[in-house]
């Protein structure tokens, strides 16, 4: 039986527990923030979410000074006791952070901290420091933030806690019809107009992007060739570069002028070559069923 993995995570208010859950929560874990101690067994033997059944997320759950009925000491306690269980993977996360970044943090948003509502944010540092020794001697990772931003804090978390088969983003290659309007959420979008037009040969305009005759009269337009070779390259350097930079979702837009014909066979021809580099895109043609119409091909694109 695979055991559950459960990632606790605690630390300094202000140190960078909110990026750490958020970060984790795009790698795929479950998160729970601020669990109080009491609901931990509840929440261990609950059911996964709906839709997850048969899938082994990882959970993550922060627990500090903002949890009800905080006290170190008895988490301490808790989390020796869990590990002793067969079916969990328990692991700890401290974030630890200079007073002075921490000051500065405070002042720059205007927070107050949870240990100091009515004084300095100094003193509550110090009680909060000194509150959670018990939990920062118990962590097997110690994170000091102190220098990181909070893109590098996202970093760090996804080099050292993405999980094979939950982390990887959502890649999607659409094709579209400029005439219909722009996908929405598109991250690259190429426009495929410049390309011999299928729509204005009667043999070939019903036809699709799918089908062969369609491919063979766009692949003989001469700049197709180094314009795809061109696209497959740069598409190979951006999206593992786009990936590095935690997105949860990559859209790539091919347009033509209809939707059905010029974008869709360069869309698919895409999808192929990022399969081939390892990725695993979801190819989808929006216009696909559209009806075509001369009025919306007007122009130059008679070839």
Not at 230 to 250: C, F, W
Request: a neutral charge; one cysteine or more; proline letters at 6%.
């Amino acid at each position: 039986m695979d055991r559950k993995r459960i990632l606790l995570v605690t630390g300094m208010s202000g140190a960078g527990t909110s990026t750490v859950l958020k970060t984790l929560e795009d790698l795929g874990w479950e998160v729970v923030d601020n669990l109080p101690l009491i609901l931990l067994d509840s929440l261990l033997d609950a059911p996964p979410p709906a839709g997850m059944e048969g899938r082994n997320r990882p959970l993550a759950i922060s627990l500090g000074v903002r949890t009800r009925d905080f006290d170190p000491h008895r988490v301490v306690e808790r989390v020796e006791r869990l590990k002793d269980s067969p079916r969990l993977a328990i692991e700890s996360l401290f974030l630890n952070c200079g007073g002075t970044e921490l000051k500065r943090r405070y002042a720059e948003t205007r927070h107050r901290h949870p240990l100091a509502l009515d004084r300095a944010a100094d003193d509550g540092i110090a009680y909060e420091r000194a509150l959670l020794g018990p939990l920062r001697d118990m962590a097997d990772r110690l994170l000091d933030t102190t220098n990181m931003t909070s893109n590098d804090l996202g970093q760090w978390i996804r080099a050292n806690y993405a999980v094979e088969g939950l982390s990887e983003p959502v890649l999607t290659v659409t094709s579209f019809g400029f005439s219909k309007g722009l996908p929405r959420n598109a991250d690259l979008v190429f426009d495929m107009r410049f390309l011999r037009n299928p729509h204005w040969s009667a043999d070939l305009r019903p036809g699709t992007g799918l089908d062969k005759p369609v491919i063979d009269y766009i692949r003989h337009d001469p700049a197709y060739e180094t314009t795809m070779e061109q696209l497959e390259a740069l598409l190979t350097t951006l999206v593992p570069r786009y990936i590095a930079s935690g997105k949860s979702y990559i859209t790539i837009a091919i347009g033509c002028t209809g939707g059905r014909h010029r974008s869709v066979h360069v869309a698919e021809r895409i999808a192929g070559r990022l399969r081939q580099n390892g990725f695993s895109p979801t190819v989808m043609h929006r216009d696909l069923g559209a009806v075509p119409k001369d009025s919306l091909e007007a122009g130059p694109a008679k070839q």
